[in-house]
C-alpha cells in the first residue's frame, strides 16, 4: 500500500484554504469506499455514483464547518450516506431482488465440490448483500470490510448502539441463509 504524502487533517486544512489538488488528493482516497457504501443502499451503481458525487459537492462546500472532532472519513460517509438515502427517497426506489442467471444454478449443480475463486467468493458475498436489508448489509460492510467499530458506525450512521448490535446479528444470519441458497454445500468454503 502506498503511504500517502499528506494525512487526512493535512488535506482538509490544505483544501479549506482553496487547495483542490489537495482535495482531489480527499476524493481519490475515498471514493471507492463512499461509491462501496452508496451502493449498499441504493443497489443501483449509477444511483450510487450520482450519490457520491453530490456527497462530494457537499462536502466540497460544506468543508469550512468540518470541526474534526471525529475523523474525516467518518464525517465524509455520514454525507455519503445520508445522501444516498435522501436519493432513494427521491426515487422512490423499490428494492428488487437480481435472479441468478440459470448458468449459476447450472454451474453449482454440476459441481457441488468446485473450490470458489476469490472472485467467486467476492460475488456471493456482494451477491448475498444486495439480498438482505440495506440497513444490514451497509452495517455489515462497515464493520467486516472496512473495519469500523460499533461507536464509528453509530457516529456514520446515526443509528443507535443497539440498532447496529441488532443489525449486525440478524445481518450475519440472514447473510447466511443467503449464501445457502446461493451455494448450498459449498458455503462451507466462505465460512
Not at 490544505?14 to 463512499?34: C, H, I, P, Q
Not at 442467471?101 to 459441481?111: G, M, R
Not at 451477491?127 to 452495517?139: C, T, V, Y
Request: net charge positive; with cysteine.
Amino acid at each position: 500500500m502506498n503511504q500517502r504524502e499528506f494525512t487526512d487533517i493535512e488535506l482538509v486544512i490544505k483544501s479549506k484554504t482553496g487547495d483542490t489538488a489537495a482535495f482531489r488528493d480527499l476524493v481519490n482516497t475515498y471514493k471507492d469506499v463512499s461509491l462501496t457504501l452508496a451502493c449498499s443502499i441504493l443497489k443501483d451503481t449509477s444511483l450510487a455514483e450520482d450519490a457520491v458525487q453530490t456527497a462530494f459537492i457537499k462536502v466540497f462546500e460544506k468543508l469550512k464547518t468540518f470541526r474534526q472532532d471525529s475523523k474525516f472519513s467518518t464525517w465524509l460517509y455520514r454525507i455519503v450516506i445520508n445522501t444516498a438515502y435522501n436519493l432513494q427517497k427521491q426515487q422512490k426506489i423499490h428494492m428488487q431482488i437480481d435472479v441468478l442467471s440459470d448458468s449459476i444454478f447450472e454451474a453449482n449443480e454440476k459441481s457441488e465440490t468446485r473450490v470458489l475463486t476469490e472472485e467467486d467468493q467476492k460475488k456471493y458475498i456482494n451477491l448475498a448483500l444486495e439480498r438482505i436489508k440495506s440497513d444490514e448489509a451497509l452495517i455489515l460492510r462497515l464493520f467486516y470490510l472496512y473495519d469500523h467499530s460499533i461507536l464509528e458506525i453509530k457516529k456514520i450512521t446515526g443509528f443507535s448502539k443497539s440498532k447496529i448490535k441488532v443489525d449486525l446479528h440478524r445481518g450475519r444470519k440472514n447473510m447466511e441463509r443467503q449464501l445457502q441458497k446461493l451455494l448450498g454445500n459449498e458455503i462451507t468454503q466462505l465460512l
